[in-house]
């Protein structure tokens, strides 16, 4: 799908923001010139799947990694450090938490007006890291008492090259299968913002606005909604499938012992 995105003008045969016959190649069903048909305005369907790939995946990308940044530092500064500032960064992820992300997104959006493809991001990114947060503040509060981290605090090496150096890197794993997951999770709702017309906008193709397009012509004009749905479908699924798979090669108790690890009896 990265590569769909990536080689979008190569393998799109049309413009997607053409309107290729208005009179003659309105709203037509797949065929071998359209494999994924038409729309309401005789654009390629294909050709806007692609390109909406590009905008759903770079968004979802981007913004989990600007969340993961943040939510890791936040969250080992708060594990490390311990007392009142974990109290204070916690109670703070705690009711960011209790707000759910569409509801806190729609209300944002709406007060902001029109926003752009950066803006999206940026507030997806900005809603995205109170999990990664959690998460590797748990790794951090496990880590700040283990061997090497108290040998490193008593040979006088400062509290941030600790966590830069021995706590971060070692909590990443746990937040790297978060982050995984969360790709999948930003693009169904970034897909649900630009199906209700406040995320991402015609002309610009996203999966999402795609699917609302035709929506209202779902018995008719199945290809309209069946194709970008797929693509979230496929997309979301392999995000997950690879969380799962990550997760279960950095777990060490998933490491297989070898003939020599067995004793003798």
């Avoid at 016959?21 to 369907?45: C, E, M, N, W």
């Avoid at 007006?113 to 999990?131: E, M, P």
């Amino acid at each position: 799908m990265i590569l769909c995105g990536v080689l979008a003008p190569v393998l799109a045969r049309y413009d997607p923001n053409t309107q290729l016959d208005i009179a003659r190649l309105q709203t037509q069903p797949p065929s071998l010139a359209h494999p994924f048909g038409t729309d309401t305005f005789s654009r390629d369907v294909l050709s806007r799947v692609l390109f909406g790939t590009r905008v759903s995946m770079s968004v979802a990308l981007v913004a989990v990694a600007i969340s993961m940044m943040f939510g890791t530092c936040v969250g080992a500064i708060a594990g490390y450090a311990g007392g009142a500032i974990d109290a204070v960064l916690m109670r703070f992820v705690d009711a960011a938490l209790s707000i759910p992300a569409v509801l806190l997104l729609i209300v944002v959006i709406a007060l902001w007006g029109h926003i752009s493809v950066v803006a999206l991001t940026l507030l997806l990114a900005g809603v995205g890291w109170f999990a990664v947060s959690r998460i590797v503040r748990a790794e951090a509060m496990a880590l700040r008492g283990s061997d090497f981290v108290l040998a490193a605090r008593a040979l006088g090496v400062p509290s941030w090259r600790i966590l830069l150096r021995h706590v971060m890197p070692n909590a990443l794993g746990p937040a790297v299968v978060t982050a995984t997951l969360a790709v999948g999770n930003t693009i169904l709702l970034e897909a649900g913002l630009s199906y209700l017309g406040i995320g991402v906008r015609s002309p610009t193709p996203s999966w999402g606005n795609i699917i609302e397009e035709g929506s209202t012509r779902v018995s008719d004009a199945w290809w309209l909604t069946l194709f970008p749905g797929l693509a979230i479908l496929i997309t979301v699924f392999a995000c997950n499938a690879l969380g799962d798979a990550l997760r279960d090669a950095l777990d060490p108790r998933q490491l297989h012992s070898t003939p020599d690890d067995v004793p003798f009896a």
